[in-house]
């Protein structure tokens, strides 16, 4: 009555073929989150790695441009390199990959309130950072993570 049996071994064929290619794409993933991690990381760390090398620069940028409220400009300089040097290495490694995200997020629309004179494009280069934090934030480091590896061999449950 909806349709011969030739036609649903057709379409049920078209499903598992399908399937097949979501199941590859699977597998993928934790090397897709992990790339993911990696690239939003490295824009960090070497923000990081630049703010240390031109300390008096950095000092005078926190001073004069950024205008971050409530800290004193010396605590500001070294707290953002910090965070900058510390976080995207814990995110890569997937340790404390959830806390390393949030933070990075966090410091990310910081650094965008603090710095009134950034232009459109740099808007829009935070926004994609912003957006790929959220996925190891909200999905986890994935599998080739030490997250993963702690809670596979650490937890109370079964996998």
Not at 118 to 140: K, S, T, Y
Request: hydrophobic share 55%; glycine share 6%.
């Amino acid at each position: 009555m909806y349709g011969t049996t030739e036609n649903s071994g057709i379409i049920c064929k078209a499903f598992n073929f399908i399937n097949m290619i979501y199941s590859k794409l699977d597998m993928l993933a934790p090397v897709g989150n992990l790339a993911l991690r990696l690239w939003v990381a490295n824009v960090f760390f070497k923000s990081g790695l630049t703010k240390i090398k031109s300390w008096d620069s950095t000092l005078y940028l926190f001073e004069e441009e950024y205008a971050v409220p409530f800290l004193p400009f010396e605590f500001a300089a070294m707290l953002g390199t910090a965070i900058e040097l510390v976080f995207p290495v814990l995110l890569v490694l997937g340790l404390a990959a959830r806390f390393s995200a949030i933070t990075l997020f966090i410091f990310n629309i910081l650094a965008v309130i603090s710095y009134p004179d950034l232009n459109a494009a740099g808007i829009r280069d935070h926004q994609v950072w912003g957006i790929m934090l959220l996925i190891p934030l909200m999905m986890g480091p994935g599998k080739l993570s030490i997250d993963h590896f702690i809670k596979k061999k650490f937890a109370c449950y079964p996998h």
